[in-house]
C-alpha cells in the first residue's frame, strides 16, 4: 500500500474528512433556498415522536437540516469510508450507530444484530432514528429491516427525500446526488406508515412496498419542485 492511500485511510484523515464534508453540507444549507411540503410538517410531525426517518441511499446527504432541535441517532456503515459519514453526523447534531445488513438482508453480519437493537432503544429513549431504507448495493429498493424495526418498536417511517436544483448525478450503484450550492433545495415528507405488532409475512411485505413506493414518490416531488421553472 501506498503512503498516499495509508495517510487517506488513516484515523486523523478520516476525521477531517468528516469536518470537511460537515463544513460543505452547511454552505449548500445556506446557499439554497428551502422548500419544505407539507409547509406545516413540524406540527404534523410532533405528535409522531419519535419516529423512523426512511431515505434513499445517494439521496440523504441533506437530510440532517430538517431536524429543529429534534434528538435524532442515524445508522452508518462500519466501513472505514462510514468514519467520515459519522464525524460529520455528529457535527451537525446527530448521534451515530454503527452497523447494517447486507445485500441478502441479513442481520447477523456487519454489525446488524446490535445496531438493531441499539435503534430500538434508542426508540424507546425518545431518539428519532434515520437510515436509508435500500438492501445494500441494490439502488431504490426496499429492505425488511426498517419495517421489522416499525413493527418491534411500534413507531411510524416517515418517507423523507430532498433534492437541490443544482447537483451532479455520479455514475454509480445508487445514482448519488452531490448537492451544490447557490440553487433551491426541496425537503418533502411523505405519510405515516404503520407496521403493527402481530404484522404477518403478507402484511410485513405490503408494508416494505409501502415505504418503497412513498419513497418513491417523495422523491419524485422533490425534483419536481426544484427543478420546475421559477
Given at each position: 500500500?501506498?503512503?498516499?492511500?495509508?495517510?487517506?485511510?488513516?484515523?486523523?484523515?478520516?476525521?477531517?474528512?468528516?469536518?470537511?464534508?460537515?463544513?460543505?453540507?452547511?454552505?449548500?444549507?445556506?446557499?439554497?433556498?428551502?422548500?419544505?411540503?407539507?409547509?406545516?410538517?413540524?406540527?404534523?410531525?410532533?405528535?409522531?415522536?419519535?419516529?423512523?426517518?426512511?431515505?434513499?441511499?445517494?439521496?440523504?446527504?441533506?437530510?440532517?437540516?430538517?431536524?429543529?432541535?429534534?434528538?435524532?441517532?442515524?445508522?452508518?456503515?462500519?466501513?472505514?469510508?462510514?468514519?467520515?459519514?459519522?464525524?460529520?453526523?455528529?457535527?451537525?447534531?446527530?448521534?451515530?450507530?454503527?452497523?447494517?445488513?447486507?445485500?441478502?438482508?441479513?442481520?447477523?453480519?456487519k454489525g446488524g444484530v446490535a445496531a438493531f437493537k441499539t435503534m430500538?432503544?434508542?426508540?424507546?429513549?425518545?431518539?428519532?432514528?434515520?437510515?436509508?431504507?435500500?438492501?445494500?448495493?441494490?439502488?431504490?429498493?426496499?429492505?425488511?429491516?426498517?419495517?421489522?424495526?416499525?413493527?418491534?418498536?411500534?413507531?411510524?417511517?416517515?418517507?423523507?427525500?430532498?433534492?437541490?436544483?443544482?447537483?451532479?448525478?455520479?455514475?454509480?450503484?445508487?445514482?448519488?446526488?452531490?448537492?451544490?450550492?447557490?440553487?433551491?433545495?426541496?425537503?418533502?415528507?411523505?405519510?405515516?406508515?404503520?407496521?403493527?405488532?402481530?404484522?404477518?409475512?403478507?402484511?410485513?411485505?405490503?408494508?416494505?412496498?409501502?415505504?418503497?413506493?412513498?419513497?418513491?414518490?417523495?422523491?419524485?416531488?422533490?425534483?419536481?419542485?426544484?427543478?420546475?421553472?421559477?
Amino acid at each position: 500500500m501506498s503512503w498516499r492511500k495509508r495517510i487517506s485511510r488513516s484515523y486523523p484523515a478520516r476525521k477531517a474528512g468528516g469536518w470537511v464534508l460537515a463544513s460543505y453540507l452547511r454552505l449548500v444549507r445556506i446557499t439554497n433556498r428551502r422548500i419544505i411540503e407539507p409547509a406545516d410538517v413540524y406540527d404534523r410531525l410532533a405528535p409522531e415522536l419519535p419516529m423512523i426517518i426512511a431515505m434513499w441511499h445517494g439521496q440523504h446527504f441533506m437530510v440532517p437540516f430538517l431536524r429543529r432541535g429534534h434528538k435524532v441517532k442515524v445508522l452508518i456503515s462500519r466501513h472505514r469510508d462510514g468514519e467520515i459519514n459519522a464525524t460529520a453526523a455528529e457535527l451537525l447534531g446527530l448521534v451515530p450507530i454503527r452497523g447494517s445488513g447486507d445485500h441478502e438482508r441479513r442481520y447477523d453480519r456487519k454489525g446488524g444484530v446490535a445496531a438493531f437493537k441499539t435503534m430500538l432503544d434508542a426508540l424507546a429513549a425518545g431518539y428519532n432514528v434515520a437510515l436509508t431504507a435500500d438492501v445494500p448495493k441494490v439502488s431504490r429498493v426496499a429492505g425488511e429491516g426498517i419495517v421489522a424495526l416499525a413493527r418491534f418498536s411500534g413507531r411510524p417511517i416517515f418517507p423523507v427525500a430532498v433534492a437541490t436544483s443544482r447537483r451532479w448525478v455520479l455514475d454509480n450503484w445508487d445514482r448519488s446526488a452531490v448537492n451544490l450550492p447557490f440553487g433551491r433545495m426541496a425537503m418533502v415528507v411523505g405519510g405515516p406508515i404503520r407496521v403493527t405488532a402481530d404484522a404477518d409475512d403478507a402484511t410485513q411485505e405490503a408494508a416494505r412496498q409501502a415505504v418503497e413506493t412513498a419513497l418513491n414518490v417523495a422523491t419524485a416531488r422533490a425534483y419536481e419542485l426544484v427543478d420546475r421553472p421559477r
